[in-house]
């Protein structure tokens, strides 16, 4: 095989960036204490204690749940967005993508502040009457921080796909006697899947490793996994352990994106249906 | 101006009345009217960009007219969606669905139309032996070449036996031999199972060889309607007579009663409905000059500038002495350079009203 030089940089930096510190948290989470090199698999054990079992299992419900709800949402806007004549377009996706020009965290504190009990939303609400709901720190407060921080990740793959989707075919399909929400069914979705399997990719791996969420809109009532890993590493100091939730938190990723995969894009299309 | 128009058929199938479309403010059909006949098979011919697949995605119900009004059976469907209308297409660049196999393409529209799967299987495998697919059931769309995409087109539309079928340039893909069993397959088709074929092609000589009616187009105007023969052997004017095979295009002048002079000399012709003194167009098909044994025999005399064989017959270029270039088509050879008679028979001298130039060949 020729040798192909310019690779070269790209896999020094894959090494050095990727493979090296992957391997280094597998080192911690299969080795014991300071003292020298002790083979144990005790961090893998706690992980499956019940009390980490429910972080990760909640973390799971709360990805899944916030990367459908990206679906069920995003999947309109984007064929809005690929609807709407050529000029419109530029301008809603600018619209769309200025507020992600904002610091990640800044946007969330900015939900805090309207969610709060004093915050604008209840007292837009007392206006009308209405007592001031608790919402902030509950899981619909983390999961709306979700939806409304990777919404955009959704969007944009399945507008790219729908845009570039022939309308001869829509027309081929119409011109057979498939009415609109046949037409959609049978052909428009179909060949959106690709841009709706990296959409739910893109969504439920930032839902599902996130930290940041969780404990501002959450306030440490809903610990996830990404939580959970952060506590070992900057306050009980336990790498192992922390070490062990992460290698857990990839093969939760590795085996989702496989099931994602397999549900091939083509193949029987109608099969999330 | 006056436009084409045409009686109204035995048993009308289409008929547009007026149509006129505009795209951003071009015109691209003039004020088209239609009628077409039931179990008819009507061709658009005309020069790329003329306006045939519009006038196709007009009575498809892709495209709404500007004006005028597009009826089906009598009714007007102008505001029919597509999917109602009882019309099937041979899109012109297919148009398959890269998500589904050849077999589930072709089985769309039945199974939208909820035919029960038995129905289904055999009118999907009798429209693939139709096109020559058999065993390619299960391959992907992507996968096959330009000709077998097109026929999986054409089982696409025919499998659903619609009133009336709309093909554009269905056969464009194919090579030659399979275009000719083709076209024979889908005349034979359209007059077994008795639908009305709209067809589009700017291939002359497939318009020629399977309609019933031919309709000449040029820039969004039709130029003429007529069968095949009459377009051909009668042409309306110099657009069609030169889009419409071969031909000789003189200026001249009608004399009297049967004669006319042209290319400096005078030719008894059949055509009677002209003033005397009338300048008219002379159109002459290349096969209709006959070369004389002796140059003085003939009517002009020409002198050969080119000879190619053509299998049957010999393709000659010849000037005469007023330096205007004949086409000649004869089993005969005369050499390059040589000094040819040569006559033309009086009906095969075919007289048009004088068109100021070709562009304004519609106006009459
Ligand atoms: N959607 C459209 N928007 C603007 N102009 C269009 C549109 N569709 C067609 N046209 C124009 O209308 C004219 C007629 O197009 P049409 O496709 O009907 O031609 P055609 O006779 O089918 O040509 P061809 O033989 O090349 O297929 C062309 O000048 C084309 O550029
Ligand atoms: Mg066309």
Same mark, same amino acid.
């Given at each position: 095989?020729?040798?192909?030089?310019?690779?070269?940089?790209?896999?020094?930096?894959?090494?050095?960036?990727?493979?090296?510190?992957?391997?280094?948290?597998?080192?911690?989470?299969?080795?014991?204490? !300071?003292?020298?090199?002790?083979?144990?698999?005790?961090?893998?054990?706690?992980?499956? !204690?019940?009390?980490?079992?429910?972080?990760?299992?909640?973390?799971?419900? #709360?990805?899944?749940?916030?990367?459908?709800?990206?679906? #069920?949402?995003?999947?309109?806007?984007?064929?809005?967005?690929?609807?709407?004549?050529?000029?419109?377009?530029?301008? #809603?996706?600018?619209?769309?993508?200025?507020?992600?020009?904002?610091?990640?965290?800044?946007?969330?504190?900015?939900?805090?502040?309207?969610?709060?009990?004093?915050?604008?939303?209840?007292?837009? #609400?007392?206006?009308?009457?209405?007592?001031?709901?608790?919402?902030?720190?509950?899981?619909?407060?983390?999961?709306?921080?979700?939806?409304?921080?990777?919404?955009?990740?959704?969007?944009?793959?399945?507008?790219?796909?729908?845009?570039?989707?022939?309308?001869?075919?829509?027309?081929?399909? !119409?011109?057979?006697?498939?009415?609109?929400?046949?037409?959609?069914?049978?052909?428009?979705?179909?060949?959106?899947?690709?841009?709706?399997?990296?959409?739910?990719?893109?969504?439920?791996?930032?839902?599902?490793?996130?930290?940041?969420?969780?404990?501002?809109?959450?306030?440490?009532?809903?610990?996830?996994?990404?939580?959970?890993?952060?506590?070992?590493?900057?306050?009980?100091?336990?790498?192992?352990?922390?070490?062990?939730?992460?290698?857990?938190?990839?093969?939760?990723?590795?085996?989702?994106?496989?099931?994602?995969?397999?549900?091939?894009?083509?193949?029987?299309?109608?099969?999330?249906? | 101006?006056?436009?084409?128009?045409?009686?109204?058929?035995?048993?009308?199938?289409?008929?547009? +009345?007026?149509?006129?479309?505009?795209?951003?403010?071009?015109?691209?059909?003039?004020?088209?009217?239609?009628?077409?006949?039931?179990?008819?098979?009507? @061709?658009?011919?005309?020069?790329?960009?003329?306006?045939?697949? @519009?006038? /196709?995605?007009?009575?498809?119900?892709? =495209?709404?007219?500007?004006?005028?009004?597009? /009826?089906?059976?009598?009714?007007?469907?102008?505001?029919?969606?597509?999917?109602? *209308?009882?019309?099937? @297409?041979?899109?012109?660049?297919?148009?398959?669905?890269?998500?589904?196999?050849?077999?589930?393409?072709?089985?769309?529209?039945?199974?939208?139309?909820?035919?029960?799967?038995?129905?289904?299987?055999?009118?999907?495998?009798?429209?693939?032996?139709?096109?020559?697919?058999?065993?390619?059931?299960?391959?992907?769309?992507?996968?096959?070449?330009?000709?077998?995409?097109?026929?999986?087109?054409?089982? *696409?539309?025919? +499998?659903?036996? %619609?009133?009336?079928?709309?093909?554009?340039?269905?056969?464009?893909?194919?090579?030659?031999?399979?275009?000719?069993?083709?076209?024979?397959?889908?005349?034979?088709?359209?007059?077994?199972?008795?639908?009305?074929?709209?067809?589009?092609?700017?291939?002359?000589?497939?318009?020629?060889?399977?309609?019933?009616?031919?309709?000449?187009?040029?820039?969004?105007?039709?130029?003429?309607?007529?069968?095949?023969?009459?377009?051909?052997? =009668?042409?309306?004017?110099?657009?069609?007579?030169?889009?419409?095979?071969?031909?000789?295009?003189?200026?001249?002048?009608?004399?009297?009663?049967?004669?006319?002079?042209?290319?400096?000399?005078?030719?008894?012709? +059949?055509?009677?409905?002209?003033?005397?003194?009338?300048?008219?167009?002379?159109?002459?098909?290349?096969?209709?000059?006959?070369? @004389?044994?002796?140059?003085?025999?003939?009517?002009?005399?020409?002198?050969?500038?080119?000879?190619?064989?053509?299998?049957?017959?010999?393709?000659?270029?010849?000037?005469?002495?007023?330096?205007? =270039?004949?086409?000649?088509?004869?089993?005969?050879?005369?050499?390059?350079?040589?000094?040819?008679?040569?006559?033309? $028979? %009086?009906?095969?001298?075919?007289?048009?009203? $004088?068109?100021?130039?070709? =562009?304004?060949?519609? +106006?009459?």
């Amino acid at each position: 095989m020729k040798r192909n030089w310019s690779l070269y940089p790209y896999v020094i930096w894959m090494v050095l960036f990727t493979i090296v510190p992957i391997l280094m948290v597998f080192y911690y989470s299969i080795t014991a204490g !300071e003292g020298g090199f002790n083979l144990t698999l005790s961090h893998y054990a706690r992980v499956f !204690e019940p009390l980490y079992l429910t972080v990760i299992w909640r973390s799971i419900r #709360l990805a899944l749940i916030s990367t459908a709800v990206c679906f #069920l949402m995003g999947y309109p806007v984007a064929m809005i967005l690929a609807n709407s004549p050529e000029k419109q377009q530029f301008s #809603l996706i600018v619209l769309f993508v200025v507020p992600m020009w904002m610091n990640f965290l800044a946007r969330t504190y900015a939900w805090m502040s309207l969610l709060e009990t004093n915050g604008v939303v209840n007292m837009i #609400l007392g206006l009308f009457g209405i007592r001031p709901i608790a919402m902030l720190y509950t899981s619909g407060a983390v999961v709306l921080g979700m939806v409304y921080n990777y919404l955009p990740f959704m969007v944009f793959p399945i507008y790219t796909v729908l845009r570039k989707l022939d309308p001869s075919l829509v027309e081929a399909a !119409e011109d057979l006697g498939a009415n609109p929400a046949r037409t959609f069914l049978r052909v428009i979705f179909p060949l959106s899947l690709p841009g709706v399997l990296s959409g739910i990719t893109m969504v439920f791996m930032p839902s599902v490793t996130t930290f940041a969420i969780s404990q501002l809109l959450g306030g440490g009532q809903f610990t996830l996994i990404g939580n959970l890993i952060e506590q070992q590493y900057l306050r009980t100091y336990d790498w192992g352990f922390g070490s062990a939730l992460s290698i857990i938190l990839m093969v939760i990723i590795l085996i989702s994106m496989g099931l994602i995969s397999r549900s091939d894009a083509y193949g029987e299309g109608g099969g999330l249906l | 101006m006056t436009y084409e128009t045409q009686p109204a058929a035995g048993h009308e199938m289409i008929r547009l +009345v007026d149509v006129h479309k505009e795209f951003d403010g071009e015109t691209v059909l003039d004020r088209i009217n239609l009628s077409i006949a039931k179990n008819e098979f009507v @061709t658009l011919l005309g020069p790329s960009g003329c306006g045939k697949t @519009t006038t /196709l995605r007009i009575i498809g119900g892709f =495209e709404t007219p500007t004006a005028g009004d597009v /009826l089906f059976d009598g009714q007007r469907i102008n505001d029919i969606p597509a999917y109602q *209308r009882k019309v099937n @297409t041979v899109f012109q660049r297919y148009a398959l669905f890269p998500h589904l196999n050849v077999y589930d393409n072709i089985a769309f529209g039945l199974r939208i139309a909820k035919k029960d799967a038995k129905d289904i299987r055999e009118k999907v495998t009798s429209a693939l032996e139709l096109v020559e697919l058999r065993g390619f059931e299960k391959r992907s769309v992507s996968s096959l070449s330009g000709g077998q995409q097109q026929r999986v087109a054409i089982a *696409r539309a025919v +499998v659903n036996e %619609p009133k009336v079928l709309l093909l554009d340039e269905p056969l464009a893909a194919l090579d030659l031999k399979l275009r000719k069993e083709m076209q024979l397959e889908l005349k034979n088709m359209q007059k077994q199972l008795g639908i009305t074929f709209v067809f589009v092609t700017h291939d002359q000589e497939e318009a020629l060889t399977m309609s019933d009616t031919v309709v000449v187009m040029k820039e969004g105007v039709i130029h003429q309607i007529g069968s095949p023969i009459s377009i051909y052997n =009668e042409p309306r004017n110099i657009f069609v007579a030169d889009f419409i095979g071969e031909s000789v295009i003189l200026p001249g002048t009608y004399l009297e009663h049967c004669l006319v002079t042209f290319a400096g000399q005078k030719f008894v012709c +059949v055509d009677t409905d002209f003033a005397p003194g009338e300048s008219v167009d002379v159109v002459i098909r290349p096969e209709d000059v006959d070369i @004389t044994e002796e140059p003085s025999e003939g009517a002009l005399r020409l002198k050969v500038t080119s000879v190619v064989f053509k299998g049957v017959h010999y393709e000659m270029l010849a000037d005469g002495e007023d330096g205007q =270039e004949w086409m000649i088509h004869s089993t005969t050879m005369a050499p390059e350079g040589q000094i040819i008679g040569v006559s033309i $028979k %009086p009906d095969n001298i075919h007289l048009m009203k $004088k068109s100021a130039s070709l =562009e304004g060949a519609a +106006v009459q």
